[in-house]
């Protein structure tokens, strides 16, 4: 035996019912695991509103000061968004200057494309030095390739690569320079993955809770749809003709018969009469042409002189090609001229060299061996940068609608499931108790309907989750969340102290109902245990252990001891009790509400009492006609018990310090409260039975009601009993009239329209004043006068009190039990009275 707050022990104690309240903790702490992959060196973590990326450099040092500023830079909404911008621009951006633009304008889009080129490589090279693992990445060989390709759009550094020095002969190499445009247009396609990649990183800011294997599959899916698409477009025109420009046969191959012609001898004008019907059949325009050996005015004469049919065949005397709009006068008259007005690639040029004739020294006259025409393609180059445009969004919307779907698909069957059963894992991490009520998804039904494997992992977690958390109980949250969120499993954590109030229930009769029921008596324990649960549960309490013919319950209040309401030494008084509730507040529970909400001290003690009455109610009510009534009328319980027999429960409630944690071993632990005080609600049913009473009630959880609450309250007797140093007065509360359906729980609805469970009130509820109707309150007077009497050493007026009020109802137990200690007395009070009386045995 110790003292006042020490661990409790004799033969009255029952080691069974060392038994701990469940009771939901408060976790500030945010959801996180602590066994990580080890390659997920950069982790997603909340800042303000948005995600930051945080991790260490390549070779696992932490981040220098420039580092991080660089990553502040590249992650920055305005340098992102900047980026994205560009890089839109750079796939359209070329095809837009040969569309709208012209050759003077040219200029001005080489130097918007250079700025973006700069850029792009600033972006490169913060990537290369503040990224964690970019070199030699996916992203490092596609950034490099995406800058690369811009510049062919940059005219000042491509003509200098392709040896363009002049303007002849950039006209001259126009057409293998453009086959290399064409194919560069193709890579450039490539930027789209960083447009996809953006989008990606998007939705992982929108949907924090993606898990890692999501966000992988979804980025390793876009690279390999961007890759195969790309691909494809690089490989399918080889199997259409190749990357070459598509040739006009007749043109080239009639201007080089009219060169070798123009050696022949022939009459001038059948080869004028063959210029012409060359002139008029050719599809492009012509804008320069000289033939080896003719003057230029001569060709460009016979030129003027071409008539054109119109398109209906009426006219035959058009000065102008009605097809292509084509007039002789639309001819320069030297190439200089020509190629000051017109981009190379707008040009084809034909350029025919060779002496067919031995009449000619080609090395002392080496121009008179060289026919060149131009034709004027530039409407056909717009036709193809407009299929270039529409062929970049098409494969944009390809890319992006594929790789939407494709992870959507491997989303819907897999990670989705993965995801809610991390977040399962998480939040018994975060809040261990928290009740699972996510509402089932259609594609959740889908998949336990088809059998899916990961619909059977998810369901059994939940149900793990579930048995966990009634298995573990309050006492053990900590349990469950500390291994839930390491890497180990070790249950033997060490053990937390709190205030709490305890409620404590007893079966009555139960190892001669036991006898009777045989193996009904787990259904029948198990309703009774519903009874008791629900009714705690409803009221911000918490079910601990059920142990043969007990229950234990809790109301946890706080971590730590509340002053004034944890010790035995404590002498709580109404300012004690204003005090905690000004400084307390429990954890949030949301009792039968659906939202949960802090509650006072006082608060918390008056929905510990409401929900006691509502079990000793409840139970009353189950005897009578509820669910257990089919045991009162069974032939082996009457011829037991007799006909009259009831089953009845006894309950004690105190409040006090306890130590929270888990007993055992590795093989089998219990997670439980250890705590004289404990304890003490144990003794305070025990005791139910000397004052036969229902409820007994310790007057330090007494200072803890509310006014309105300790009016209902009736002292029964201040006695002194073992390992408890201060003497203990106890309370009752006589209930007379079973009300069905008492302490249904209220409800408000918020803005949200949750319900929020309304707090219970003394003061102004009936149903309080209805359980006790009948309850003569001139019985009540007197009985409460006597006890004070008594306690005041004045028997002799006690007893008369005491003996009117039994007149007024015969059974009560406490006044019988106060008379019959003052009658072994002689109703004399000893000399030594100090209104304290030891009572063994309690």
């Not at 004690?576 to 802090?598: E, L, Q, Y």
Request: glycine letters at 8%; hydrophobic letters at 40%; proline letters at 5%.
């Amino acid at each position: 035996m110790q003292g006042s707050d020490g661990p409790l022990t004799g033969p009255n104690m029952k080691n069974t019912r060392k038994i701990s309240p469940e009771l939901a903790p408060t976790h500030d702490k945010p959801v996180s695991s602590n066994n990580p992959s080890t390659n997920a060196i950069l982790e997603l973590t909340r800042k303000g509103s948005g995600l930051r990326r945080q991790g260490t450099t390549r070779l696992g040092s932490p981040p220098t000061l420039w580092q991080r500023r660089a990553m502040t830079i590249l992650e920055s909404n305005v340098f992102s968004g900047l980026m994205n911008i560009i890089t839109i621009y750079c796939l359209f951006g070329d095809d837009l200057r040969v569309v709208y633009g012209s050759k003077s304008t040219d200029l001005g889009f080489y130097v918007v494309a250079f700025v973006f080129f700069c850029l792009f490589c600033i972006e490169f090279l913060l990537s290369c030095f503040a990224k964690p693992f970019y070199l030699a990445s996916f992203y490092f060989y596609l950034d490099i390739i995406a800058t690369v390709s811009l510049i062919p759009d940059i005219g000042f550094i491509w003509d200098l690569i392709v040896g363009a020095d002049n303007r002849s002969v950039a006209a001259l190499s126009a057409g293998k320079t453009g086959r290399i445009v064409r194919v560069v247009r193709i890579v450039r396609l490539i930027r789209i993955v960083k447009l996809v990649k953006w989008r990606h990183n998007e939705e992982q800011k929108q949907q924090v809770a993606e898990s890692k294997t999501g966000g992988k599959l979804a980025e390793m899916t876009t690279r390999r749809v961007v890759m195969i698409v790309i691909f494809l477009c690089f490989v399918l025109p080889a199997f259409d003709g190749g990357y070459n420009d598509p040739i006009n046969t007749f043109e080239t191959k009639g201007f080089e018969t009219l060169h070798v012609f123009n050696f022949q001898p022939m009459p001038c004008a059948a080869f004028m009469g063959m210029l012409k019907v060359w002139i008029t059949r050719t599809t492009n325009n012509l804008m320069y042409l000289r033939m080896s050996n003719i003057p230029f005015e001569t060709t460009t004469q016979w030129a003027s002189e071409i008539r054109f049919s119109s398109l209906d065949l009426k006219v035959a005397n058009l000065t102008h090609d009605p097809t292509t709009g084509w007039w002789p006068e639309d001819m320069y008259l030297s190439e200089d001229e020509l190629l000051a007005n017109y981009r190379p690639t707008d040009l084809r040029v034909i350029r025919i060299t060779g002496c067919y004739t031995t009449d000619i020294d080609p090395i002392a006259i080496p121009g008179n061996c060289t026919s060149v025409t131009y034709f004027d393609i530039q409407s056909d180059i717009q036709a193809a940068a407009k299929a270039s445009m529409v062929k970049a969004a098409f494969v944009m919307l390809v890319l992006i609608a594929s790789s939407i779907s494709f992870v959507r698909v491997a989303r819907k069957t897999v990670l989705e499931p993965i995801e809610r059963m991390m977040a399962t894992v998480h939040r018994l991490e975060s809040n261990p108790l928290a009740k699972h009520t996510t509402v089932e998804q259609e594609d959740q039904k889908l998949a336990k309907a088809q059998g899916f494997e990961t619909a059977l992992l998810e369901s059994t977690l939940e149900k793990i989750s579930a048995l966990m958390q009634v298995g573990f109980g309050a006492a053990g949250a900590d349990i469950i969340g500390k291994n839930m969120g390491a890497g180990d499993v070790d249950p033997m954590l060490p053990g937390k102290k709190i205030t709490s109030i305890y409620g404590f229930c007893d079966i009555r009769q139960f190892t001669d109902t036991t006898e009777c029921l045989q193996e009904e008596v787990m259904v029948y324990v198990n309703k009774l245990g519903h009874i008791m649960h629900s009714g705690t549960h409803a009221y911000y309490g918490m079910a601990n252990k059920n142990v043969g013919d007990a229950f234990l319950l809790s109301w946890k209040l706080c971590d730590g001891e509340m002053p004034g309401f944890a010790r035995f030494s404590d002498t709580p008084t109404e300012e004690d009790r204003k005090a905690v509730n000004a400084t307390v507040k429990c954890p949030p529970n949301a009792g039968a509400g659906k939202k949960m909400r802090r509650v006072t001290p006082t608060e918390m003690a008056d929905s510990a009492l409401t929900a006691f009455l509502k079990c000793m109610i409840d139970l009353d009510n189950a005897n009578s006609f509820g669910v257990l009534h089919e045991y009162i009328v069974k032939d082996v319980v009457i011829k037991r018990f007799g006909p009259g027999f009831r089953i009845q429960m006894g309950f004690g409630m105190h409040v006090g310090w306890a130590i929270e944690g888990a007993i055992g071993s590795r093989f089998k632990i219990d997670a439980t409260y250890i705590s004289p005080h404990v304890e003490m609600a144990d003794r305070l049913e025990a005791g139910s039975k000397i004052f036969k009473t229902k409820i007994n009630v310790s007057h330090w959880l007494y200072a803890l009601l509310s006014p309105g609450a300790r009016k209902f309250m009736r002292k029964m007797d201040t006695i002194q009993i073992r390992g408890v140093d201060t003497p203990l007065t106890v309370y009752t509360f006589d209930v007379t009239n079973p009300k069905n359906g008492f302490a249904t729980p209220k409800f408000d609805t918020d803005e949200r329209g949750n319900q929020v469970q309304k707090p219970v009130d003394f003061e102004h509820d009936p149903e309080y004043k209805e359980i006790r109707e009948g309850l003569d309150p001139e019985f009540l007077e007197s009985a409460a006068a006597g006890v004070d009497q008594y306690l005041a050493g004045d028997w002799a007026s006690a007893k008369g009190s005491l003996t009117h009020a039994l007149q007024l109802r015969p059974t009560d137990g406490p006044t019988k039990h106060v008379m019959d200690f003052m009658k072994e007395h002689q109703f004399q009070a000893p000399t030594d009275w100090n209104g304290v009386r030891t009572l063994n045995g309690y």
